[in-house]
């Protein structure tokens, strides 16, 4: 399967007549002779000569092209992809999300065709069987302060830019660029918008001249919101790496795996896990954004991509696409993480609330009384408080996300470590924001399908403003840092949510 941007019309063979030998019909044959000489001259003309038609419209965002699919998303045919590269409000991309996913659902087909197309490319949007798409982004150089789009020639770096910042519009733009231009959106966003922070359009003469180091073959770019060691952005990288790296049906293979901006992990967990995951990969191949500072192995402090690749934006939450990704990466995690070997049934009813002891904002309950009320009147006679630390390896991280049936916490990055966690475990995050914030959490994105962990959103208890300073943007957009009061009406309505979808699948308590 290729890329398609438009339809180019072409005609069959003319039919061939055999010869007659009556001399009544030689003008007959002369004539549709000279007529199939002609249509066919037309024809080659028309091949040779007329390019591909492209779809003139500036809805068009995302070619996709769709491996296992019985058809392909055409350019101006969705809205719903025109937003894969942008992180608009929550309620409009949950929307969009949905659309997405049912609409991939609606295409995905048993059959799925070698990756081919793929070994090529050069940019544009993959829909994988797995329902996870990708960003091809061409050539890029990047560091921690500067981002630069690479082109061949400076005619091609001066009609991207035109199609991306011009004035003229995108109707002279294929499908792929204007997909392109919008990838370029979100890296505008993280650099850009920043002071020090640029983005260019250069060609591969100055690269040359630059004398950057250009790493070859496919990257994989993991593009981080931080520069320093956050477990949750941590894991969500390397699992995209393990997801990718492991279909090797339809994904090329990846060469180099580079976090421009991401410093190397220092946390006994967070380098365990990483260098476990990327095996050979994280020794020679792997370069984080505090290496790329040192001028001495890369010049101006960039780092150049042959060709480079990346998740989409919308869905960068997301651990796993499905089941098959979850169930492969519990064998792995058995095997070298020292994870636990689940069966299908479900653990004991074992409860316990997670408490953060670091990070920005403890975001701690302050009314455990609520929780002995609400659970004892519920069967739940004890639970236990449980917490894990950056100093802690990957076995404490396993052993407490591998031995609870019910788990309390607040919004913390530690509940990515829920892929060691049972299926049919029960997860109850709990906030201090209003009704629908945050719903669903980035933290159950590709854990509650792909793994079958029971997860619920508890929002509407009472936020304790002053334990977050303001400068953290405690009452904006990081609502959830807050210290807050369980609300007990709330939190209990929750809970039997939870109880009852467990009895379900289990049976009673």
């Known amino acids: 399967m290729s890329l398609i941007f438009g339809r180019r019309t072409s005609s069959g063979l003319l039919p061939s007549h055999s010869r007659r030998n009556n001399e009544k019909n030689d003008k007959f044959f002369f004539i549709t002779k000279v007529a199939a000489v002609f249509v066919v001259s037309a024809v080659a003309i028309f091949y040779f000569v007329a390019k591909p038609t492209y779809t003139e419209t500036s809805d068009v965002s995302i070619d996709i092209v769709d491996f296992g699919a019985t058809a392909q998303v055409q350019p101006g045919n969705s809205k719903a992809d ?17 659309e997405t996913i049912n609409q991939v659902n609606d295409l995905v087909a048993a059959d799925t065709p070698k990756p081919e197309p793929l070994e090529g490319m050069k940019y544009g949007a993959v829909r994988l069987p797995s329902g996870r798409a990708v960003n091809f982004v061409g050539s890029v ?56 922070r640029d983005i260019q359009f ?30 949750g952005h941590l894991i969500n990288k390397d699992l995209l790496f393990f997801n990718l790296h492991n279909d090797v049906e339809h994904m090329p293979k990846i060469d180099y795996f580079v976090f421009p901006k991401m410093a190397a992990p ?3 967990h967070a380098v365990q896990f990483t260098e476990t995951i990327l095996g050979e990969m994280w020794e020679k191949n792997t370069f984080w954004g505090d290496q790329i500072q040192r001028k001495k192995d ?23 696409d499905n089941m098959a990704q979850g169930d492969q990466f519990r064998q792995f995690a058995v095997e070298n993480l020292g994870a636990k070997h689940f069966g299908e049934g479900c ?39 449980v917490t894990v630390a950056g100093a802690d390896d990957t076995t404490a991280h396993v052993n407490v996300f591998s031995n609870f049936g019910l788990m309390v916490a607040s919004h913390s990055s530690q509940l990515k470590n829920l892929i060691f966690s049972a299926k049919n475990s029960i ?35 009472k936020p304790d403003y002053t334990s977050c300073p303001e400068d953290h943007g405690c009452t904006k957009l990081k609502k959830y840092k807050v210290d807050y009061w369980l609300d007990e009406e709330v939190f209990e309505a929750d809970l039997l949510k939870v109880l009852e979808i467990r009895r379900e699948r289990c049976g009673e308590l």
């Open 82 to 98: 025109s937003a894969l590269a942008f992180d608009k409000d929550e309620e409009i991309l949950n929307s969009i999300e949905d």
């Open 266 to 268: 220092q946390g006994p």
């Open 298 to 320: 890369f010049p101006d402090h960039m780092v150049c991509f042959e060709r480079a690749v990346e998740g989409e934006v919308l869905h960068d939450e997301t651990v796993f």
């Open 202 to 231: 250069w060609t591969k003469k100055e690269v040359e001249q630059k004398k950057l180091r250009v790493l070859p073959g496919l990257t994989l770019w993991a593009n981080t919101v931080t520069d320093n060691e956050q477990i």
């Open 141 to 196: 150089c990047v560091g921690r302060a500067e981002l630069a789009y690479v082109f061949d020639t400076e005619v091609e770096a001066a009609h991207m830019k035109d199609c991306c910042f011009g004035n003229a519009g995108t109707k002279h733009c294929t499908a792929v660029e204007i997909g392109l231009c919008q990838s370029m959106q979100t890296k505008i966003r993280q650099y850009a918008s920043k002071p020090g």
């Open 427 to 461: 997860v109850i995050e709990t906030k201090g924001t209003e009704v629908g914030y945050m719903d669903p959490s980035p933290f159950q994105e590709g854990v509650d399908e792909p793994l079958g962990i029971i997860y619920k959103v508890s929002n509407g208890h």
């Open 347 to 385: 653990p004991p009813l074992d409860a316990v609330v997670l408490r953060r002891t670091e990070g920005t904002g403890l975001r701690s309950i302050l009314n455990y009384d609520v929780i002995d009320r609400v659970f004892k009147r519920n069967g739940i006679n004890s639970y236990k408080n």
